[in-house]
């Protein structure tokens, strides 16, 4: 019987160990519990998103937009014409309660008209793909949608 108990004790003690993680084998992942559902996960301590569909801020910690209307930025709770589902928010790095000092620098960054995922490409440094710099910026030939003057 106490060869069983010595191969109990000998298990548990291997199993505790095995089980016990160290600072340097942990991953610490912290999320902003106040993201919303059509929001991408925000790190912890993260207070905005850029919206640049709307041209203006969503406040996570308040769950308001501050967007500008009539020259002066304004806290909403909802903005009539728009679906929260077809924004592409971006999270900011930015503390504190005038998100909007920071507007023509986001404004560059984050244009209202690129496609899904080329925002990821730009901060990564990648550029556009071929083709979206004239569909984003102009560039073609010829007066109107830069498509030239018909059948030549």
Do not use: C
Not at 29 to 48: E, F, M
Not at 51 to 63: A, F, K, M, N, S
Not at 88 to 108: A, F, K, M, S
Not at 135 to 147: A, I, S
């Amino acid at each position: 019987m106490k060869s069983l108990f010595k191969i109990g004790v000998a298990f548990g003690i291997s199993l505790a160990s095995w089980a016990t993680v160290t600072p340097a084998h942990a991953q610490q992942v912290n999320l902003n519990i106040n993201t919303p559902s059509w929001g991408p996960a925000a790190p912890t301590g993260s207070q905005y998103y850029y919206i640049p569909e709307v041209g203006g801020y969503y406040d996570l910690r308040d769950q308001n937009y501050i967007v500008e209307r009539q020259g002066k930025w304004q806290h909403l709770r909802t903005i009539s014409g728009y679906s929260p589902s077809s924004f592409h928010p971006v999270v900011i790095d930015y503390r504190g309660t005038q998100p909007w000092v920071q507007i023509t620098r986001h404004r560059e960054l984050y244009p209202v008209s690129l496609p899904p995922g080329q925002v990821k490409r730009l901060e990564n440094g990648k550029g556009l793909p071929p083709g979206q710099a004239k569909k984003l910026y102009g560039g073609g030939h010829g007066p109107g949608n830069g498509k030239g003057h018909g059948k030549h």
